[in-house]
């Protein structure tokens, strides 16, 4: 028999359909009716992808009184398969999802699976979760190798034998943080 898992808070359903059914970064149309299919999710209506998957997620979590269904639904959508030609697509919706999921104690890990992690009890502790390197270099339309390379780091710095980096943002040069420009070889802004 399957473990039963409570009910998640429906701002944390629609926020995973939001990092899934984005319109730039997630999942088509298609792909979520096949995949709700999949999971045995009827799916529901909606005005967009987001609204449309995290209709048919709460749903079936009040039916089942249990996010089982949320979980089958993200295991599915990020197995790494998926994702063989496009592998910065899965980094991408698994930092979002993770940013998302920290909120209830869980992650997706690099084989797609959902596993287990602290909670994260305040938004500064979620603040702090989601402020990684890999999150800033993202944000900076970084290189997917570079992307990558920092999450090796993320998951090997518990075995690293120095003590860990303050936030990038607090490292990196201010005239690279805005909008600059060079001139007489000084950095202005």
């Not at 993770?98 to 938004?123: C, F, K, M, S, Y």
């Not at 570079?146 to 607090?170: F, N």
């Amino acid at each position: 028999m399957a473990t039963r898992h409570e009910p998640w808070p429906a701002t944390v359903v629609t926020a995973v359909a939001g990092v899934l059914g984005d319109t730039d970064h997630g999942l088509t149309g298609r792909e979520i009716g096949q995949l709700l299919a999949v999971v045995k999710v009827p799916d529901a209506d909606g005005g967009n992808k987001r609204d449309r998957l995290a209709g048919a997620l709460l749903a079936q979590q009040a039916r089942q009184r249990a996010s089982n269904c949320v979980i089958a639904f993200m295991k599915v959508a990020m197995a790494p398969v998926r994702y063989v030609q496009q592998p910065h697509t899965f980094s991408r919706r698994q930092d979002d999802l993770n940013e998302v999921l920290v909120h209830v104690g869980l992650r997706i890990n690099d084989q797609g699976q959902v596993a287990r992690r602290p909670a994260a009890a305040t938004l500064s502790e979620a603040a702090r979760h989601a402020s990684s390197l890999r999150s800033e270099l993202r944000r900076r339309s970084t290189h997917p190798e570079v992307l990558r390379y920092a999450r090796l780091l993320a998951e090997r710095a518990h075995q690293l034998p120095w003590p860990p980096l303050p936030p990038v943002s607090t490292c990196v040069p201010r005239h690279t943080r805005s909008s600059t420009t060079a001139t007489s070889g000084r950095w202005t802004t």
